[in-house]
């Protein structure tokens, strides 16, 4: 019973954990404010509040209620205080994490970019290279206990940003530990991947963002796996040059032999 408890528990908590990146911290709208989630619309919002979308937008001097974006302040109350910050209803951009000054996690070559399903990038390697730590942070989790990213480390830096480590081999280090840019962290692996590899991800405010926004100039991509090539065909003979060949060909050959004759009876 113990076993199996352990496993669930374990994927439980690992995902607990995710749901807590994923989400964005928000402010609540009682003070008159209301800062903009992942997956925020402007009509969510009105029905969450008891307001109408038309009303927020002439509260918020939206051109186009459709484009809000995350971390944006909007006024929600009919009184709420106008400060220096928000006055005429403006709004307020949540300062930007991307300042943030990272370390590669690992300079071997780039298997694949940020965009489309791959939320961040992933580093070639072989089993045991080093896995570094792209800037000083505290160890959020160590473990093996989330589906489809192996053993994989998170570190917390500070001002909602996070970073991700997937599919190592070795984890080095422990929850609650404190690291230093550039310090190992575990050592590249295929856990849970095709592969050996790294996939490394930055989350600002529990969003996936692109991770190069952080990072100095990525290295060379990995050289493809060579595909077998065949080998091209003789270039075709005109009709000229094969009806010469042919005659060549049928004048050294010694001529056939008369076709027999049944002798008569």
């Known amino acids: 019973m113990k076993t199996l408890l352990h496993t669930p528990l374990k994927t439980f908590s690992a995902a607990a954990l995710l749901l807590l990146l994923a989400a964005c911290a928000s402010q609540s709208p009682s003070d008159g404010y209301y800062r903009v989630r992942p997956g925020d619309t402007l009509h969510r919002i009105a029905a969450r509040i008891g307001q109408s979308p038309a009303t927020l937008a002439k509260w918020n001097k939206l051109s186009d209620p459709s484009k809000i974006t995350v971390g944006q302040m909007l006024r929600v109350g ?128 529990g969003k996936a963002v692109n991770p190069e926004n952080y990072l100095p100039p990525l290295p060379a991509s990995a050289a493809p796996t060579p595909v077998p090539f065949p080998v091209p065909a003789a270039p075709a003979q005109t009709a000229a040059a094969a009806e010469t060949a042919v005659s060549a060909e049928t004048a050294d050959q010694p001529p056939a032999p008369a076709a027999e004759t049944p002798a008569a009876e």
């Open 78 to 205: 009919k009184n709420a205080p106008r400060t220096s910050d928000t006055a005429a209803g403006k709004s307020r951009a949540v300062p930007q994490t991307n300042k943030l000054s990272m370390r590669l996690p690992s300079t071997n070559p780039v298997l694949a970019r940020f965009g489309g399903a791959n939320k961040g990038v992933d580093f070639a390697g072989i089993a045991g290279d080093p896995v570094k730590a792209a800037a000083a942070g505290k160890v959020l989790y160590a473990g093996n206990g989330v589906r489809g990213y192996g053993n994989l480390v998170l570190i917390s830096h500070g001002g909602g940003v996070l970073t991700a480590y997937a599919h190592n081999d070795k984890l080095l280090v422990q929850k609650g530990q404190t690291v230093r840019a550039g310090d190992t962290v575990a050592l590249m692996g295929s856990s849970d991947a095709e592969r050996v590899k790294l996939h490394f991800e930055v989350r600002a405010a």
